[in-house]
């Protein structure tokens, strides 16, 4: 059973730098095996896709974030990475990490003054 841990949100100001990470345990597989997402969730709203890092390492990111957001993986830690840069109120939210339909418990990102 996969087992992801998301870890590195805080509150950050606006124009702000995080990155978050996400841990992959419990598989004897590398994490680089299948596609790995990051999803966020802001209060009220649903669920978001943010960034794909396909099985290939091709990346794919929402209109939303594109350009302020990147995302990597460490196959020899397994683990992942969300760089974002440029943070606005608007990406207030809890982040997800999504592999092989696992999901983490979820990192709070607060971007405020």
């Known amino acids: 059973q996969p087992q992801l841990a998301e870890s590195g949100g805080g509150l950050v100001q606006p124009g702000g730098s995080l990155t978050l990470s996400c841990t992959l345990s419990g598989v004897v597989f590398s994490i680089d095996a299948l596609d790995l997402s990051w999803y966020r969730q802001a209060p009220g709203k649903q669920r978001e896709l943010v960034a794909t890092?396909?099985?290939?390492?091709?990346?794919d990111y929402a209109e939303t974030v594109e350009g302020r957001f990147t995302i990597s993986r460490d196959s020899a830690k397994n683990t992942a990475s969300l760089q974002m840069n440029s943070l606005k109120p608007e990406d207030t939210a809890v982040y997800y990490c999504?592999?092989?339909?696992?999901w983490g418990q979820g990192t709070q990102v607060t971007v405020s003054k």
């Open positions: 890092i396909t099985h290939r390492g091709m990346t």
């Open positions: 999504k592999w092989a339909n696992s």
